[in-house]
Nanobody, 125 residues
Framework: VQLVESGGRLVQGGGSLSLSCAASGRSFSSNIMGWFRQAPGKEREFVAG????????YYTSSVKGRFTISRDNAKNTVYLQMDSLKPEDTAIYYC???????????????????WGQGTQVTVSS
């Protein structure tokens, strides 16, 4: 089972970036999928999550209105569209798949059993 993120790069503040996370080895169509990030010197934090049929999404307050999470179950892929990027969005971004079909708290790392290796996003000022 593998989750592979891609799309991270250096981008200017105010710009946009789209991240992808492709899963292989099993289907995650019934799992909650999440994006987390870890900035230098900080703990990893929840960014966004989406349930299996895309009817429920959840964002941390700092990215609400700027980031959009989506998924394509046929492709076993989850996306994170990031607009109006700020230097404080600089981090390694990780995708994760939940252990269970539903979660009481989408923001808790230990609720996710599968993780990608991360992709670096750097936003210049």
């Amino acid at each position: 089972v593998q989750l592979v993120e891609s799309g991270g790069r250096l981008v200017q503040g105010g710009g946009s970036l789209s991240l992808s996370c492709a899963a292989s080895g099993r289907s995650f169509s019934s799992n909650i999928m999440g994006w987390f990030r870890q900035a230098p010197g900080k703990e990893r934090e929840f960014v966004a999550g989406i349930n299996w049929n895309s009817l429920r999404t959840y964002y941390t307050s700092s990215v609400k209105g700027r980031f959009t999470i989506s998924r394509d179950n046929a492709k076993n892929t989850v996306y994170l569209q990031m607009d109006s990027l700020k230097p404080e969005d600089t981090a390694i971004y990780y995708c994760a798949a939940s252990r269970y079909p539903d979660l009481a708290d989408w923001t808790r790392e230990n609720q996710y059993g599968y993780w990608g290796q991360g992709t670096q996003v750097t936003v210049s000022s």
